[in-house]
């Protein structure tokens, strides 16, 4: 049970963020302390420092499956997505193309730049005939996520591209797979894609960093001006630091991933099962089979999601809503819209991410807590 606060909280809200691994603090400290100097420099401390960049660019090639070239180092997912979406738009035009359920920092871009928007069914999976009907010769770049960040739910990324590839010749594409990295093997689901984000703060790494897989030959504009750092992808001084702890945190993921996603699929499994039997009217959101391991995402009827959340908080259960990357305001979610729910429905949803530091007693407090306060916010409304 996680003890970050004055008492212990069972948190549960792992796809908004994760806490720092050791190892990733560990890769950390030296470069705040011993190797400050600017990367780009030319003496020892400077070239020690570059190193350290260059090791972690190794290991993120490894853990994408790209080569270390193809590696840009960001400030985040949502840099990343951006760079993906609008970078390809700055460089060669034409038209964006994304699904329905993307997160914000694809669908805004898309929106911004008058782009398509692709339906996704009711199981939360993209809409391939839809897909299919938005591509065509002017279509620059697509972009489709590998799983979701609110269902957890996994998309089919290989049948994307062979529409890609044959409906829209001029395109790339690009995966957001920042809620993906921690439970799938990236590197071989999105080998397929011409551009990859990922976020290190999703998967034990810090915040504000993360790295864009830009392959050889994909043409892209950078958002900033600046230095040449990245290619002349990313001008700006290296976050060192932040660098060396994703790619720490990446080969904790690489190391025990399969491990984690057994155990927390299990503790997902007993939690989601535990609340259904529980609690009358849930409705759990997809096929759970077709979702990352540490994901559970349900829908009570009769309650709203802010009001749950506030009982449960109180409980000692940190979890959210939709996507928790705006100012906190409980915004109708996007996600639920497209595949169909009613608003009311949709209103009452919850979502229950687990993370490395998941523990059983985190999985029983949730289930001694939420059906209870399900029930204490429906007998208030009917009482
Ligand atoms: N993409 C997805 C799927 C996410 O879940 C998030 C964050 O919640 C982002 C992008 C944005 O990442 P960051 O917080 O690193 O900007």
Known sequence: MASG???????????????????????????????????????????????????????????????????VFTGGGTEGDNMAVVGRHMRVGGVTVCSAIEHHAVLAPVEHLGGRV?????????DLDALA????????????????????????????????RSGAPQAVLHTDAVQAFPWLDVASLAACADLISVSAHK????????????????????????????????????????????AAAAEVVLKSRAEQALRLGGLRDRLADGVLAAVAGTVETGERSGKV??????????????????????????????????????????????????????GGSLRLSLGYETTDADIDRALAVIPDAVSRLRDYRTG
């Open 293 to 346: 391991a540490g994901s559970a995402h349900l829908c009570f009827e009769g309650i709203e999601s802010e009001a749950l959340l506030f009982l449960l908080e109180d409980a000692g259960v940190y979890a959210s809503a939709a996507s928790s990357c705006s100012s906190g305001a409980q915004d109708p979610s996007h996600v639920l819209a497209a595949m169909g729910y009613d608003r009311m429905l949709a």
């Open 118 to 126: 692709v339906a996704v069914d009711a199981a939360g999976v993209v």
């Open 133 to 164: 009907a938005a591509l065509d010769d002017g279509v620059t770049v697509v972009s489709v996520m590998l799983a979701n960040n609110e269902t957890g739910i996994v998309q089919p990324l290989e049948q994307v591209a062979a529409a890609v």
């Open 5 to 71: 606060t004055s008492r212990a909280i069972a948190y549960l809200d792992n796809a908004a963020s994760t806490p720092l691994c050791p190892a990733a603090a560990e890769a950390m400290a030296p470069l705040h302390r011993e190797l400050y100097a600017n990367p780009t420099g030319a003496h020892r401390m400077a070239r020690d420092t570059r190193r350290r960049i260059d090791d972690a660019r190794d290991v993120m090639a490894e853990a994408l499956g790209s080569e270390p070239g193809e590696v």
């Open 203 to 246: 998967f034990g790494g810090p915040k504000g960093v993360g790295a864009l897989v830009v392959r050889g030959g994909v043409e892209l504009s950078p958002l900033m001006l600046g230095g040449g750092q990245e290619r002349d992808l990313r001008p700006g001084t290296h976050n060192a630091a932040g660098i060396a702890g994703m």
